[in-house]
């Protein structure tokens, strides 16, 4: 399987110019900063992924904001300064958001809606040219997490049409897809779009999701005082599961799926790197991570495992979180572990 050059080992900057708490200049000034952008290339990743919303960038007419581009470019310029390289990952969009607290909201609505996507491709218009100067640093993903298993094919199509839309503008800067149930691994294998040496296949990996995201506030059937360690069987992680929730959607009920560990991560993978090979396109994990909730040894047990499959197939990944948004590895929770965090990493 090809690799991902430049992208093997990179963090996610999120909560900073996208699911931040309130609109805020002064947010956007200090939450990131060169000196963040110094201290996640001295630890040795590659890149960052860059999560941003919409209404960073335009206006809800539609009219761009520099100020917004002006946090891009400035990120760009740090992470030339220190040899990173840098995804940029459109987090929302006007008319469509993967938040689960955003309860009010049509998730199935853009996928059918010309002006919506007209909006949506104006908008990467303007991100690839500002950033087409950069090929061999700056890649593209046109949407996190697509939630609906149901808009697959009007997903694919959308796709295509970004894929023509990127390439009329940067030849040869990387584009990266996910597919749909928010990017779920399993969910590579349905992905239909014109490839090319410059396109990659993503997905997100939070397996087994009852226990990365044990207390979750967000995930509306987990009880806040919800705990689970990690490896637990199979057997376990499935009936907590069922006990949680009725959606059985998740890789731990694949008939394929065996016992927790590395093998885990095999089996689980084995369909996107058969569709990666068959595409002859590299495969990449967009987001993966722990709940700072979990407890911190069982957190270094699962990231080696995952790091584990990660190096044997060459899939490139960035971790969920730098700072905050309940992940972050330089908050509090991970001070007592932080040697061995940075040794899995």
């Avoid at 360690?229 to 006990?243: D, F, L, N, Q, V």
């Amino acid at each position: 399987m090809k690799i991902f050059k430049g992208f093997q080992k990179g963090v996610n900057l999120g909560g900073w110019i996208s699911q931040f708490a309130k609109y805020e200049e002064e947010h956007f000034r200090t939450f990131i900063t060169e000196k963040d952008i110094q201290y996640i290339a001295s630890l040795g990743f590659d890149h960052v992924r860059v999560p941003v919303d919409y209404n960073v960038l335009e206006d809800e007419e539609g009219h761009i904001k520099p100020s917004g581009f002006g946090y891009l470019e400035s990120c760009r310029s740090w992470c030339e300064k220190y040899g990173l390289n840098m995804l940029i990952d459109l987090h929302e969009c006007y008319g469509y958001s993967f938040d689960p607290l955003k309860k009010d909201m049509d998730r199935r609505k853009f996928f059918y809606d010309e002006a919506l996507q007209a909006r949506f491709f104006a908008l990467w218009t303007e991100i690839a040219n500002r950033f087409k100067a950069y090929p061999n640093q700056v890649a593209f993903e046109p949407l996190n997490e697509v939630v609906l298993t149901e808009v697959v094919d009007a997903w694919n199509e959308v796709a295509t049409k970004f894929v023509k839309l990127i390439r009329s503008i940067c030849p040869t800067s990387y584009i990266i897809i996910g597919g749909v149930n928010y990017n779920a691994v399993l969910s590579v294998p349905k992905l239909r779009f014109p490839v090319d040496e410059y396109t990659v296949y993503n997905f997100h990996c939070y397996e087994p999701h009852i226990f990365t995201h044990q207390a979750a506030y967000w995930v509306f059937y987990m009880p806040s005082d919800f705990r689970i360690g990690y490896p637990k069987t199979i057997a376990e992680y499935r009936e907590a599961s069922r006990k949680l929730t009725d959606d059985e959607t998740t890789a731990i009920f694949a008939e394929s799926t065996g016992e927790i560990g590395v093998d885990f991560f095999d089996k689980i993978f084995a369909p996107a790197i058969e569709a990666a090979k068959k595409a002859d396109v590299p495969l990449y994990c967009g987001e993966y991570g722990v709940i700072d909730l979990a407890d911190n040894e069982d957190k270094i047990r699962w990231l080696n495992d995952i790091h584990a499959a990660f190096r044997k197939y060459g899939i490139g990944h960035a971790l969920w979180n730098y700072k905050e948004k309940d992940f972050g590895f330089v908050d509090e929770r991970f001070v007592s572990i932080k040697d061995k965090f940075i040794q899995s990493l």
